[in-house]
């Protein structure tokens, strides 16, 4: 049973903080990760993918990957309270699998003024 | 605009009616999937197609069925042999050989 975990929260940050949003998965043939954030009563949009270890970095974003410790993040920087949302971590094996990700069941963000 | 669209956005049912869900897209994807999402809780897939005339059930698909007769299209019926189908439905696509799913809006069905 593939398994992706995410605290439920809810995070609280003041505005203009770092959030860090992590992510554990039980895989370890796991190839894709991805960070999607879904607004109340909205469907999820994709944030930001990444496929290799390290980190990969678009505007306030930054998605961290290190396979060896089976753990994906995403650091959020400058926090604004239109980040608050909840963030779903997905994780796939990619190429040769089912190309279906498994979806944790999402962190609650909260940005405060 | 290329995109997902479903409708309707908000649908209630009575109990022992089958109801469908429209998904339409024109990314010019060829898989198409449908999840379920209750409050609190993660996407639970319930049906895919990766091509058409063809689709599979996913971990949930008892009480759903589906038809992919065009590649734009994937409806979704919520027959009346589902016990719980409150919920929100959303339905998303991505390019064959690829992973990255992009979702539609979303139908929130309630049934009365």
């Known amino acids: 049973q593939k398994e992706v975990e995410q605290n439920s929260g809810p995070l609280s940050v003041p505005e203009g903080a770092i959030a860090s949003l992590n992510c554990t998965y039980s895989d370890r043939g796991s190839q894709s990760f991805f960070w999607y954030r879904q607004y109340s009563g909205k469907s999820p949009e994709l944030i930001m993918f990444i496929y290799s270890n390290g980190d990969k970095e678009d505007g306030r974003f930054t998605a961290q990957l290190n396979k060896a410790s089976q753990y994906v993040s995403l650091l959020i920087r400058d926090s604004q309270p239109s980040d608050s949302a909840t963030y779903l971590c997905?994780?796939?094996?990619?190429?040769?699998?089912?190309?279906?990700?498994?979806f944790g069941r999402g962190t609650s963000l909260i940005v405060h003024p | 605009d290329g995109g997902i669209t479903q409708s309707p956005k908000y649908l209630f049912r009575k109990e022992g009616q089958n109801v469908t869900l429209s998904c339409e897209q024109n990314?010019?994807?060829?898989?198409m999937y449908w999840y379920r999402q209750d409050p609190g809780q993660g996407l639970r897939l319930i049906y895919y197609s990766q091509i058409v005339n063809d689709f599979q059930k996913g971990d949930i698909a008892e009480g759903y069925s589906v038809s992919r007769e065009k590649k734009e299209s994937f409806p979704l019926t919520v027959t009346s042999a589902q016990k719980n189908p409150t919920a929100f439905y959303l339905c998303?696509?991505?390019?064959?050989?690829?992973?990255?799913?992009?979702f539609g809006p979303g139908t929130r069905l309630t049934v009365l």
């Open positions: 990314l010019n994807h060829d898989a």
């Open positions: 997905a994780v796939n094996r990619g190429q040769g699998g089912s190309y279906i990700p498994t």
């Open positions: 998303a696509s991505s390019k064959t050989g690829t992973d990255t799913q992009y």
